[in-house]
């Protein structure tokens, strides 16, 4: 029996952050369309290409060019076991590709927890975010600082800014939320696998939390 379990939540909310503990803690892959896309870019790949013109406004990239990066994604054997998604679904769309896709490989999606934090918390978060160069570890400066600065803790490469991190940038991405996912809460509700959480209690809380309801479907 597969496990797959979809984050949802606004950007800055700790998706990212709670997919990584969460991935290990299922023994799990951790699939990000985010950091797939930063992938493509960093290797200068047609994808990668296409993905920033969109990324750089805030902006999803279309439907087809995401869902079609999912399903190679998903194809390869380590996501026989299940996944973290993390970043996708963000459509009704994406949702529906899905369920499909899933479908194919006989499973469907357990739990979808929904991290939910209030817009004024997410811009102070983005701001002071810091990512690790090698492998995308997550910083802030204030409630989660490397132990040296500058410094990812776990493989000593650079951190640096996310360029669709600028206050600009992130308001038109939870604008682009609002309209484009925040209706996947009341899809998921609908069918039953939706537990939301209360993303401004501490990362540690969270995580717990998370765990309990992931357990508990
Ligand atoms: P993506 O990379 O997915 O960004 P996002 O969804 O906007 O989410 P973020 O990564 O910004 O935030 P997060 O929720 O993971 O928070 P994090 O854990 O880092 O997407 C980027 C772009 O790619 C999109 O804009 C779009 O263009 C494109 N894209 C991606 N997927 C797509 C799709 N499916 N369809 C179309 N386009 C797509 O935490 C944030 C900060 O807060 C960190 O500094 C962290 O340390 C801190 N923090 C976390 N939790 C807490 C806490 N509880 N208390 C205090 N601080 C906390």
């Not at 590709?97 to 978060?125: D, K």
Request: aromatic share 6%; net charge negative.
């Amino acid at each position: 029996m597969s496990t797959f379990v979809v984050l949802l939540g606004p950007p800055g909310a700790g998706k990212g952050t709670q997919a990584e503990v969460l991935a290990k803690e299922l023994d799990l892959p951790h699939i990000s369309s985010g950091d797939l896309f930063r992938e493509n870019l960093k290797n200068q790949t047609p994808l990668g290409k296409k993905a920033q013109e969109y990324m750089s406004r805030g902006e999803l990239v279309p439907d087809d060019v995401t869902i079609g990066m999912i399903r190679e994604r998903l194809k390869q054997p380590d996501s026989g076991r299940g996944a973290v998604l993390d970043g996708f679904p963000r459509t009704p769309a994406q949702a529906d590709a899905l369920a499909a896709l899933l479908g194919e490989m006989g499973s469907e999606v357990q739990v979808v927890p929904y991290i939910s934090v209030p817009a004024e918390t997410l811009i102070e978060r983005l701001s002071g975010r810091w990512t690790c160069r090698a492998q995308g570890h997550i910083y802030h400066e204030k409630y989660n600082p490397p132990k040296t600065p500058g410094k990812c803790d776990t493989d000593g490469s650079e951190l640096y800014q996310r360029d669709d991190d600028k206050p600009e940038t992130v308001k038109n991405r939870i604008a682009v939320y609002d309209q484009q996912t925040a209706p996947l809460i009341a899809y998921y509700r609908d069918h039953g696998k939706l537990v939301e959480l209360d993303g401004t209690q501490p990362i540690e809380k969270v995580t717990e939390q998370l765990i309990a309801a992931v357990e508990q479907k």
